[in-house]
Structures are given as C-alpha cells and as structure tokens.
C-alpha cells in the first residue's frame, strides 16, 4: 500500500541502506542502555537499532504508522504514538535504570532546536545522534570568529563534543526533500566547569542580544569595568563582539563577575 506522506510533519523516509547502518553504527551502546528514537517514521532505523539489543523507546506522532510499526518485533521495543515535544520524558524513561541514554532521530527541521532543547533540558542524555540540515549543524559546531557562531553553538559545545556522523544527500530520502542533510553526533562531555551556569547562560545570552554590536553596548546592565579587567587578562576589549569571544572567554567572565 502506497503511504501517503505528510509535508506536515516532515515525513521523509530515509531509504539508503548504507547511510541507515553508518547511523546506526555511530549508536554506541550495549543491553544495559537505552536508545530514545523520535519519529521512527515505517521503521528504516528502528529495525536496525534493536539489533543492538538494548531498550528502545520511540515516539511517533503519526498514528497511521502503528501497522507497520507494529511488525517490528522485540521485546526490549516500546514505541509510544504521542507528540515528542508534548510527553514528559520523566513519565516513560526511569534513568536510573540505564548506564547511558542515547537519542537518535531523523527529525523534521523545523522543530529541530525545540526537540534539541528539550533533549538537553532533560539532562539524562549521554549521547545525541541527529539527522539536521547542512546549515544547521554547521551553526551547532561552528568555532569563535565565523559568521554561524551563535549562542546555541556555545550552548551545545559546552556540554558536548560535536562531531559530524556523515553527509546524507537528499536523494537518499523518500520522498526527496529541498535539502541536504548532516547526521550529528553530539557526546556528553564534563570538560567544563562554571561557577554558576545561571549566571554563564544570561551571558552568553545577553552578549548575543544583537549580534552586530559589541559587549559594551550589549552588557549595559553589566559591571563594565569588571568585564574590561578581565578581558584585558586575555587581551580583549569592550570593542569586540560575543562572536570573537571562545567558550573558556565566557567562562572567565561569568565565574569573575
Ligand atoms: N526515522 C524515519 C526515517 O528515517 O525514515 C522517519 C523520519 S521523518 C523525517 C520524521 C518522522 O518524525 C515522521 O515519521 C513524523 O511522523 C515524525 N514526527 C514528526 N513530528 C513529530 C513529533 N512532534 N513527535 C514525534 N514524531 C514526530
């Protein structure tokens, strides 16, 4: 029976065999894990993820694709019809049961950063592995002094490392999209340490409030002179922008200030 694919949801199903298992072999994990899959789609890495056996819980919007979901037969396998930004992933994952949690999805881009963001709101989630449009992964991973550092790269990289799985062209989809994709890894890491990430977060947040300006006119409400000090200690100044300033920048500013 011919699937009637909705635009709406970003139903595209990824039909290469071989980007399907580097995506799959990218999932390190063993039976005391759990993979999270959101929108498992007719199951193209679902029917390969369980082979790893470890848990699997999947949310799928669509409830059309419960018959086929259905054929993919294992014990370890729950797979839950509900909006992935809607549950509350306390309510279906006990984290303590598991060594590590990965999420691995093949999203629609246009609630990329929303299920990224609640991903990592969550805070159980050792690994992250993601299907997102070229541009977009090139913002997650970019690095101080380019044009795509924003706040959400810094955000991303200070609690992950962020490594690109491979490139998947939109042919490999069904049907074929406008663009081309990148999976991303993202891992856990606990290689930096803030005083207090509340404070850490408005900055960044506040440093980027209009890009084009400089800290000075963007941190206003700060204690300028502080932040000058300490700035001059890694030889920068109120003239340069948040995208000229490296994570460890941020760092030294938020615990001093
Ligand atoms: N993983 C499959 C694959 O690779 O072929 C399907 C990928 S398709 C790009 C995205 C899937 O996410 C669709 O099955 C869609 O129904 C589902 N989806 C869309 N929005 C969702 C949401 N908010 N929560 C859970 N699933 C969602």
Redo the contacts with the bound molecule.
Sequence with gaps: MKFNY?KS???????DKNK?KQIVDAIDVNEKDLIV??????????REIIKKNSDVIC????TR?EKKLSEIKSSKINIVY?????INLYDYIDYSKYNKIVFV????YY?TTA?INKIIEYNHADEIII?VQKEVAERFMAKPNSKKYNSLSIFLQYQFDIKKVCDVSKNC?EPIPKVDSIVIKFIKNNKYKVNNEEVFYKLIKDSFRQKRKNLRNNLKTYDLNKIEKILNQINKDLTFRAENLSIEDFILISNDI
């Design positions: 909705k949801l970003g139903q595209n199903f990824l039909m399907i899959e959101i929108g498992p789609g007719a199951g193209a890495i679902t949310f799928e919007i669509d694709l509900k909006d992935f930004l809607k999805g093949n999203l629609p609630i299920i299907m989809f």
